[in-house]
T-cell receptor, first 111, second 114 residues
Framework: GQQLNQSPQSMFIQEGEDVSMNCTSS?????WLWYKQEPGEGPVLLIA?????ELTSNGRLTAQFGITRKDSFLNISASIPSDVGIYFC???????????FGQGTRLTINP | SAVISQKPSRDICQRGTSLTIQCQVD?????MFWYRQQPGQSLTLIAT?????????ESGFVIDKFPISRPNLTFSTLTVSNMSPEDSSIYLC???????????FGSGTRLTVV
């Protein structure tokens, strides 16, 4: 079945640093989504990407839909303590209603 | 803002019993989804629930173990049947909402089977 390879699995950074994580797949996706999950909560949508090459920002977050349609990255600039959590990428292929999720990137920030 | 309410938020259950999880969406949606998230893991789709039809289960999940109801366009339930400790997980419902909401998740049900 389809799989998304998300890296890194975990990150330990200092407050103020920039963060970059990515997802790759052997399959083509028509939609890439990035979610953040905090303890005791469900994932919350951060950014949605619908077009190859698309670059979208949401505050300090920037995500891009790779031109091959097989990858996406998420950058967080000037990290702050509330950025702590697990970030998931998710892809949706053409004609499919369901999402495929990456393994997640656990972000820890030292103040 | 669109909201998905899920309950219970957590439960501790005896092995061999069943638990039904409820998911309420504050707008009508065609498709609802149920996921399992094992400790420290990613989300795995259990099934897709469409109103008025049988749920579609993913490989490794069967209706006898995870029966799903979808009585109307705003509500669904997932039952975890004949539970064992291996069923201890977070169970999440999701729905495809309109506009910028996209695929939205409930806050999850943390299930512990003892």
């Amino acid at each position: 079945g389809q799989q998304l390879n998300q890296s890194p699995q975990s990150m330990f950074i200092q407050e103020g640093e920039d963060v970059s994580m990515n997802c790759t797949s052997s399959s083509i996706f028509n939609t890439w989504l990035w979610y953040k999950q905090e303890p005791g909560e469900g994932p919350v949508l951060l950014i949605a990407l619908y077009k190859a090459g698309e670059l979208t920002s949401n505050g300090r977050l920037t995500a891009q839909f790779g031109i091959t349609r097989k990858d996406s990255f998420l950058n967080i600039s000037a990290s702050i303590p509330s950025d702590v959590g697990i970030y998931f990428c998710a892809g949706q292929s053409q004609g499919a209603q369901k999402l495929v999720f990456g393994q997640g990137t656990r972000l820890t920030i030292n103040p | 803002s669109a909201v998905i309410s899920q309950k219970p938020s957590r439960d501790i259950c005896q092995r061999g019993t069943s638990l039904t999880i409820q998911c309420q969406v504050d707008s009508q949606v065609t498709m609802m989804f149920w996921y399992r998230q094992q400790p420290g893991q990613s989300l795995t789709l259990i099934a897709t629930a469409n109103q008025g039809s049988e749920a579609t289960y993913e490989s490794g999940f069967v209706i006898d173990k995870f029966p799903i109801s979808r009585p109307n366009l705003t509500f669904s339930t997932l039952t975890v049947s004949n539970m064992s400790p291996e069923d201890s997980s977070i169970y999440l419902c999701s729905a495809l909402l309109g506009g910028s909401y996209g695929y939205t998740f409930g806050s999850g049900t943390r299930l512990t089977v003892v």
